[in-house]
T-cell receptor, first 113, second 114 residues
């Protein structure tokens, strides 16, 4: 079955440090890949998406992600964390023919002053 | 900027009661979805809807659930007889294209079943 794994339900980084949030998918067919951010008591906001164009995808708020087919990964990075990045981050996949999103379990990012 | 809206933001109901959660998708979108997120858990797909019919549904979406697009703007999720385990945040989403399937999410309705 198709699934998404996000390693680390909680990640803490210092302000200014690199942010790395991991996402791996399991599928034999090329997926569409997404990262969403959820701030407390708010909905899901798209950070970036991979749709089979460039493997390095740049998103909003300085985030980027790289699609690595050989590793079935789509990790989210940001060079320098900001306090405002504290939120929950969800990786999601969808596939041609179904289009529903399959979400990972989420990673709560904490940014330490 | 166009956005998906949902009402109410919070609904409290008694077990066994019917609830209707409402969504207004982005106006030129054609594909609609409902997801739910039980507190502390991941977001789960419930149902997708296109051309006035269900395209796909999950095993969660049993006979207690139904969806409807009663007019040109609203998209509703009805739970006929709520259970305690229906307590969750329900998100509506819409998209205009299946090709890249970027879904735009509403802010959610928090349903609390007592």
């Amino acid at each position: 079955a198709q699934s998404v794994t996000q390693l680390g339900s909680h990640v803490s980084v210092s302000e200014g440090a690199l942010v790395l949030l991991r996402c791996n998918y399991s599928s034999s067919v090329p997926p569409y890949l997404f990262w969403y951010v959820q701030y407390p008591n708010q909905g899901l906001q798209l950070l970036l998406k991979y749709t089979s164009a460039a493997t390095l995808v740049k998103g909003i708020n300085g985030f980027e992600a790289e699609f690595k087919k050989s590793e079935t990964s789509f990790h989210l990075t940001k060079p320098s964390a900001h306090m405002s990045d504290a939120a929950e981050y969800f990786c999601a996949v969808s596939y041609t023919g179904t289009y529903k999103y399959i979400f990972g379990t989420g990673t709560r990012l904490k940014v330490l002053a | 900027e166009p956005e998906v809206t949902q009402t109410p933001s919070h609904q409290v109901t008694q077990m066994g009661q019917e609830v209707i959660l409402r969504c207004v998708p982005i106006s030129n979108h054609l594909y609609f979805y409902w997801y739910r997120q039980i507190l502390g858990q991941k977001v789960e797909f419930l149902v997708s809807f296109y051309n006035n019919e269900i395209s796909e549904k999950s095993e969660i979406f049993d006979d207690q659930f139904s969806v409807e697009r009663p007019d040109g703007s609203n998209f509703t999720l009805k739970i006929r007889s709520t259970k305690l385990e229906d307590s969750a945040m329900y998100f509506c989403a819409s998209t205009d294209s299946r090709a890249y399937n970027e879904q735009f999410f509403g802010p959610g309705t928090r349903l609390t079943v007592l």
